[in-house]
């Protein structure tokens, strides 16, 4: 990279300077260009006016550390910024929201710069180095102020998350507790309603995450999920502890749900999240259910290897029903595949052809048309595994299918290695 030109700094001064003298017209006008380009920061006259304080407090921090050349690593994000920042956390107002606002914000900024830098009619030469040297100090700050906004705020969202809910918890375990309940005084404390159907989530992180933001990323992918299944109201959202929370879907009147819709919301918004979903419920006693259904599949995912990202109750309902000791499972799947419960990729082929030709009632055509192989190849698996079992594959096999169903589930947790004893 050429050196920078010598009189590059004086020059960006004299810009920051010449900005600096119209500040409050300056943060007026980024204040207008980012709340008529982004929605979600319109519409609260307290929120609107912290805005704009941060907007001309960094206006004024960067123009600042233009004209006296600041080192970046000793400038802090100014006081209205971070407070800003807590402000949406606590109203729930989206993270991106924030980022995209310094995004748009910065733009708008260097277009006063610029025109500034053009007003000044310097050589070529130094325009540029002059422009350069703008570009690289106001990335640089936008950079570091947002990576301490988005501590604040994420810091801020699981704070309030905390204190908002801590009332709510006790009522949701009141409720959970069996017993009466008076929907009349219950339902407007919540904030939510029970005479309604509802899907309950256990939301998780496999480990806390890094900066505390745990709970308000499975906040975020609690209402993502909520979105694409078309609840028209908020999720009843509790956290149980940092990185663990328990939710109620509002579906309305409605009892079916898109399944496939959840795993695509995880994938896309937030992979790192594992979540188990009951059946649908309705009123008081399908709130108890669903959620009872998705603890239970919760505890089952828990010791799955590897853990699945998403798991819903009806998929291994009988599996999650008995298992309250994962050892005696295992032993059972033991007993009943024997030698085929070793985990090697021969036997995983055969499990796999095993549960599609019981699903398919026993048909050696429609399990071959599943796996996109030949009949023969289906037939020649199917007696492979009977030969290794030492007993039949055949209909109504019902501990064979669920033995197989639980190790498609929990993986490599209920089996063998070559080297263990039948």
């Known amino acids: 990279m050429a050196a920078e030109h010598p009189e590059a700094a004086k020059q960006l001064s004299v810009v920051a300077e010449n900005v600096g003298s119209q500040l409050p017209e300056v943060g007026r006008d980024i204040g207008d260009y980012v709340l008529a380009e982004i929605a979600e920061l319109r519409g609260d006259a307290t929120i609107v006016r912290i805005l704009r304080a941060s907007i001309t407090e960094n206006a004024g921090t960067l123009l600042h550390v233009f004209e006296n050349d600041i080192p970046l690593e000793k400038v802090e994000g100014p006081a209205a910024a971070l407070e800003y920042a807590r402000r949406l956390a606590q109203r729930g107002i989206p993270l991106s929201a924030l980022i995209r606002a310094y995004r748009i914000g910065h733009w708008r900024f260097l277009q006063w710069c610029l025109d500034e830098l053009s007003r000044q009619n310097a050589a070529e030469d130094l325009a540029v180095a002059t422009n350069r040297r703008m570009l690289h100090t106001s990335f640089g700050y936008i950079d570091r102020v947002t990576e301490q906004v988005i501590a604040v705020y994420q810091h801020e969202r699981d704070n309030w998350l905390l204190s908002q809910t801590a009332a709510r918890a006790a009522r949701v375990r009141d409720i959970l507790a069996a017993g009466d309940v008076d929907l009349n005084r219950v339902e407007p404390a919540l904030g939510y309603r029970l005479r309604q159907h509802h899907l309950g989530l256990v939301a998780w992180l496999p480990t806390a995450a890094d900066g505390g933001e745990g709970l308000s990323r499975l906040h975020r992918i609690t209402d993502e999920i909520a979105q694409r299944l078309g609840c028209s109201a908020r999720p009843l959202f509790v956290p149980r502890d940092a990185i663990v929370s328990w939710v109620w879907l509002p579906l309305g009147q409605e009892s079916d749900v898109c399944w496939d819709k959840v795993p695509a919301a995880l994938e896309h918004s937030d992979p790192s999240v594992h979540v188990c979903a009951g059946g649908v419920g309705y009123d008081v006693e399908g709130f108890r259910a669903t959620h009872r259904q998705a603890l239970r599949v919760q505890e089952l995912a828990a010791v799955a290897d590897p853990v699945p990202l998403f798991t819903q109750f009806s998929t291994v309902a009988p599996i999650a029903l008995m298992a309250t000791n994962v ?96």
């Open 327 to 422: 050892d005696d499972i295992r032993s059972w799947v033991w007993g009943v595949l024997g030698p085929l419960a070793v985990d090697d990729e021969n036997s995983a082929r055969l499990r796999e052809t095993a549960q599609i030709f019981l699903d398919s009632g026993c048909s050696y055509t429609a399990t071959a048309s599943a796996q996109i192989l030949h009949k023969n190849t289906v037939q020649y698996r199917i007696r492979k595994a009977e030969e290794i079992m030492g007993h039949p594959i055949q209909k109504e096999h019902t501990d064979l299918e669920i033995a197989l169903r639980a190790v498609r589930y929990l993986g490599s947790t209920l089996l063998r290695t070559n080297t263990e004893g039948a």
